[in-house]
């Protein structure tokens, strides 16, 4: 036969029965119990000191003293297959440890004894002895204060179609929970990226009319560099994101739904009462349904704990006490870990930007904006950009030593400005140097130019020009030359003398050497062909 339990309310009525006088047959057949079983309870609430006057009006007390003595007793002495499991104890326990399930241990027991292994008793041993399968207690968390706290976590509502003949992609819903009213918002996505989190809760805050104090979400890695059940280590991205909203981050425990379990819940909530059963031609218009959807049902619902509406509660007693909402949406930052180069340049998302000559060689974050690109040396700024495309370049010729940032910047009114302050004919030889298209091309000609007045001082160099652009030679190898022989100070040469009339020249060639040389030989003219 087997084993039934017998209830208090069944012991109870035992009690209450036998104080009237009643006889353990007459007991039986009124509450469906064995003789037996009649016999063990009233035999212990005589051993309880229990009379029969007592027992009439048994309190709950006394009542628990009688079952405590019947059950007790009550298992016995265990079986064989119980000694069985005792003597592969050890074997049972590392079969546990190795991750194997309890049948495969079944099997094995089975298999290794040679003997037949009850599974129940083998489930009960396990779980009474080893402490396999026993279920962990929990507590349950106190709601805290009006508008402190929300609990956010994504999850798999279904897939979407959203072009005729497309492929099904998965839908997941970020969820926002106000931990005091209940009341949630819901955010469509096809992606748990961080930058899809940071646009859920950006909703959620205008949906909610301003930011909670407390953000509670799991240990997800799009927003936890690194896990920890004490101190989460965040990424700066998400960093950056809390301390612009003003919000603080509660990072729950790995794999413990516990520690965001209002939350938690409230997925598979959204999954069966709003997603199931709909059919939606595009995410947008899902995303207005389920706003839709938080406000007239979600919102308006009796609450299965609080017993509440949520919406009238967060109305009436959260709203008001949230930090202010946001103006406009936030620009989410990338950051970049790079090495200032030689070139003056660092490369952040496929585009150069120009940092100071005293940081060549020095690793550097940069933070990239929508609008604009900051560079940090040692958490100092150092250098602020606007955003340039893929393939585009951000240069400040004040990054550059002077020497070379008219060169660098192909600056060639820069070059010519320099020169003329070394003096008027200098600046105007150089002008004649960079004259015409293309003028960058020649820009060394005019630094070989300003290295000769380096050289030589500006007073030789500026005779020199004059003379050079008298005789209408720009060429700067010229000017060098002339410096090297001291012949800026020479007297500008007159007009070339005509020769005169009938002279006649000592190693002048006859006008014969010059006439056309005949390529072919004149045929007669009585010639056959």
């Known amino acids: 036969m087997g084993y039934r339990e017998v209830f208090v309310v069944e012991v109870q009525e035992v009690l209450r029965q036998w104080g009237l006088g009643r006889g353990l047959r007459g007991i039986s057949r009124s509450t469906g119990l064995d003789r037996k079983t009649v016999r063990r309870y009233v035999a212990a609430a005589v051993e309880a000191g229990l009379t029969r006057e007592q027992a009439a009006a048994a ?47 079944h099997e ?79 955010y469509l996505t096809h992606r748990q990226t961080l930058e899809e989190l940071v646009e859920g809760l950006e909703r959620g ?34 960093v950056a994101y809390a301390q612009e909203r003003g919000f603080v981050v509660d990072a729950t425990r790995v794999r413990r739904p516990q520690d965001k379990a209002k939350v938690e819940r409230t997925v598979q909530y959204v999954q069966r009462s709003f997603w199931q059963g709909e059919s939606f031609r595009s995410l947008q218009e899902g995303q207005e349904a389920a706003e839709k959807w938080c406000r007239d049902v979600a919102g308006r619902r009796i609450h299965g704990t609080t017993r509440k509406r949520p919406v009238e509660v967060f109305e009436a007693e959260e709203k008001a006490l949230l930090l202010p909402a ?85 600056d060639t009114d820069t070059l010519a400005e320099k020169a003329r302050r070394a003096g008027a004919h200098v600046g105007r030889y150089a002008e004649r140097l960079i004259e015409g298209p293309l003028p960058w091309t020649r820009m060394r000609q ?23 652009l008298d005789l209408d030679v720009v060429d700067v190898m010229r000017i060098d030359r002339m410096l090297a022989r001291a ?4 007297p500008t040469p007159g007009p070339t003398r005509p020769w005169r009339t009938g002279t006649v020249l000592r190693f002048a060639r006859p006008e014969s050497d010059f006439a056309p040389v005949r390529k072919w030989k004149e045929m007669p003219d009585d010639d056959p062909l």
């Open 446 to 468: 005019v630094y070989r130019l300003l290295g000769l007045v380096e050289r030589y001082g500006c007073s030789r160099v500026d005779q020199a020009c004059a003379r050079s």
């Open 487 to 490: 012949l800026e100070a020479q």
């Open 326 to 410: 946001p103006e406009s949406r936030y620009d989410l930052p990338s950051f970049l870990h790079v090495t200032v180069q030689r070139d003056h340049h660092v490369t952040a998302d496929r585009a150069l930007y120009s940092v100071p000559t005293a940081y060549i060689g020095e690793e550097v974050t940069v933070r990239l904006d929508r609008e604009l690109v900051r560079i940090y040396h040692r958490g100092k700024l150092i250098k602020t950009h606007p955003r340039q495309p893929p393939g585009g370049r951000s240069t400040d010729e004040g990054d550059y030593p002077p020497e070379v940032a008219a060169y660098a910047m192909r």
């Open 205 to 238: 805050w205008s949906f909610f009319g301003g930011v909670f104090r407390v953000v509670v979400l799991d240990n997800a890695r799009t927003v936890v560099a690194q896990a920890d059940p004490c101190g989460a280590r965040l990424s700066g991205r998400f």
């Open 108 to 186: 094995l027991l089975k298999r290794t004894t040679g003997q037949p292994v009850v599974y129940r008793t083998l489930h009960r041993f396990a779980r009474e002895e080893l402490g396999h399968g026993k279920r962990r207690t929990t507590v349950r968390v106190a709601d805290g204060k009006p508008g402190e706290a929300v609990e956010v976590d994504f999850g798999l509502v279904g897939r979407l179609v959203e072009e005729e003949g497309g492929e099904a992609r998965k839908v997941y819903a970020l969820v926002l929970t106000a931990a005091y009213s209940r009341h949630q918002y819901v």
């Open 59 to 105: 309190t709950d007390e006394m009542v628990g003293l009688v079952v405590e003595a019947v059950r007790v007793g009550s298992p016995g002495e265990r079986g064989a297959s119980w000694r069985l499991f005792e003597e592969h104890r050890g074997a049972i326990e590392k079969w546990l440890e190795q991750g194997l399930t309890l049948t495969k241990v």
